[in-house]
């Protein structure tokens, strides 16, 4: 999962020529005979003619034989050659984009053959591998990423090239896009939203003081490349905060996990007091992206597709709440590698692509599919047909619990599992989804964030007095956990939880504040509005 960016651009010229030269044309011209004129003795040689004056008056009456059109068209044709040659630009050159963490290590990439796709064909990379490539087609520069230990060196800025709306599909698509976001994602997470959403959901002035601590604390953290990593005493903490991660290289998934929170609460790349941040934050994750054959592979060594899957969500809910075209096809092919690395035999998805799955990275992978069919992105029906075909293949109890590769359900994959059904359509009065939620808020919160984190969303979209239990839990125990001290300020750290010495930190802060965005982060799935958002099967 190591995520050095690579970045790379080429230059072409064209070479143009025109010009013609219009032949001469030979007219034979008869001797002059006036008639009736008496025929006079041969000149001398000193009256004749000189061999210049009589070449010039050759070439007249040549001039006069030639028919006028002949002339005029000859002469317009000179016109327009040079006109065409003074005033025609140069083709443009190709741009293309390199990145790389060492200024002195670009790699050349070729121009890939998937510029021209349609980034909302998903047919395109049927039985195709992607190409181990990394080129977005936006402005050509080298990204200098000064060294973590120069602390005097000024963030890299980077601006996202406007490419969206030159693939986008020619239809009415360009006029829905977004269009369901506004009262979705983008509202539940505006500002004057929720305020009431978290009084009426059971948020409270305490979690929200949290929420933004914590986003202050990961701002912090962002290294001078845009991106974050579960070791986050590099750059300016310099070791002050305990508890680094120690999974690496694994910078795309860390990077992802840092931007949700933002997106969460309301914070994109155009607006909020964070907006630098998440800007950087998402050009990173294009620039790490490996693009070819229409798709776009975001997992890393560390992270692999658990980090695909997470800079999936990423991309589809900056894009769902902002309907930036910027962020168009960088979605969309992060969807189209989704599709492409399932599991044809399972349904599933696990670490490499076609892998048999396993319900841990299905969940984030549907919940990414969620996000850009939200977003009016294109999301393959066959994809949402084989995830649920996964389901079926782990679930015990009717579908109220579910394992992780097969039989042996727990606590964390049944929460996984019953999240991804109630995205795939599950009603409320389902009645292993009524046994599967009974079953978490017997368990109650647990010292295991990542169960935490899937049940605490189950429980909400749910609803009634299992979530309001659960809630006022929960809730209350992030709150009083946060750390208040020193640099450490507005982080967590659950000694407990058995994924905190991989991601450390930063993957306890992440998954503690989305918890408490749970109110606005999505709109109910059992809302009026989120019925009708049901993936089409």
Avoid at 27 to 37: D, H, L
Avoid at 501 to 528: F, N, Q
Wanted: aromatic residues 8%; proline residues 7%; hydrophobic residues 35%.
């Amino acid at each position: 999962m190591a995520s050095d960016s690579r970045t790379s651009g080429a230059e072409g010229a064209v070479q143009r020529g025109a010009g013609a030269t219009p032949g001469r044309v030979q007219v034979p011209v008869p001797p002059a005979v006036v008639p009736g004129a008496t025929p006079t003795a041969p000149r001398r040689n000193e009256d004749r003619p000189g061999p210049r004056a009589a070449g010039i008056s050759r070439h007249f009456l040549l001039f006069q034989a030639v028919p006028s059109w002949l002339i005029s068209m000859v002469i317009h044709a000179v016109l327009l050659t040079v006109l065409a040659l003074l005033t025609l630009p140069e083709k443009p050159p190709e741009n293309r984009i390199v990145a790389v963490s060492d200024p002195s290590d670009v790699e050349e990439v070729e121009k890939l053959d998937n510029e021209q796709i349609d980034p909302m064909d998903v047919t395109v990379f049927e039985n195709q591998a992607p190409a181990e490539v990394m080129a977005t087609p936006t402005t050509t520069y080298t990204v200098d990423v000064p060294s973590l230990d120069d602390m005097d060196a000024a963030p890299d800025m980077f601006e996202l090239e406007d490419f969206g709306e030159r693939t986008a599909p020619s239809s009415d698509l360009m006029d829905r896009i977004g269009g369901g976001i506004e009262q979705g994602l983008g509202a539940a997470r505006s500002a004057k939203a929720r305020q009431g959403m978290v009084e009426k959901f059971g948020g409270s002035a305490g979690s929200e003081a949290a929420v933004a601590a914590a986003l202050k604390w990961l701002a912090e953290h962002q290294e001078r490349d845009g991106g974050w990593d579960f070791d986050h005493t590099r750059g300016v903490c310099r070791g002050q905060c305990s508890h680094p991660g120690t999974v690496a290289p694994a910078r795309n998934a860390a990077t992802a996990l840092a931007i949700l929170p933002f997106l969460g609460a309301g914070q994109t790349h155009k607006e909020g007091a964070y907006k630098e941040t998440v800007q950087r934050g998402l050009a990173f994750l294009i620039r790490s992206m490996k693009v070819g054959n229409g798709m776009g592979d975001l997992s890393d060594a560390g992270g692999m597709l658990y980090a695909h899957g997470m800079a999936s969500i990423a991309l589809c809910e900056a894009y769902a709440m902002t309907n930036d075209p910027e962020l168009l096809q960088p979605a969309q092919f992060a969807l189209n590698f989704i599709a492409y690395a399932q599991d044809p035999v399972g349904g599933g998805w696990r670490y490499e692509p076609k892998q048999p799955g396993d319900t841990s990275v299905v969940g984030w992978q549907l919940m990414a599919c969620k996000s850009g069919h939200l977003a009016y992105l294109t999301v393959p029906r066959r994809t949402i047909l084989g995830a649920t075909r996964f389901l079926d293949s782990v679930q015990e109890e009717n579908g109220a619990k579910y394992g992780y590769m097969g039989s042996g359900s727990g606590p964390a994959t049944t929460a996984v599992g019953l999240l991804c059904r109630m995205y795939l359509g599950w009603k409320h009065d389902e009645p292993a989804l009524k046994a599967g939620v009974e079953y978490l808020s017997q368990l109650g919160p647990s010292d295991n964030y990542y169960y935490n984190y899937y049940a605490t969303q189950v429980l909400r979209h749910y609803g009634g007095p299992a979530w309001e239990s659960w809630n006022s839990v929960l809730r209350d125990r992030l709150v009083e956990s946060q750390s208040k001290r020193g640099h450490e300020t507005g982080s967590w750290h659950f000694s407990r939880d058995p994924w905190v010495d991989r991601g450390g930190r930063l993957y306890c802060t992440s998954m503690a504040t989305m918890i408490l965005e749970v109110y606005y982060r999505h709109m109910p799935i059992y809302g009026k509005q989120a019925a009708e958002e049901d993936f089409p099967l």
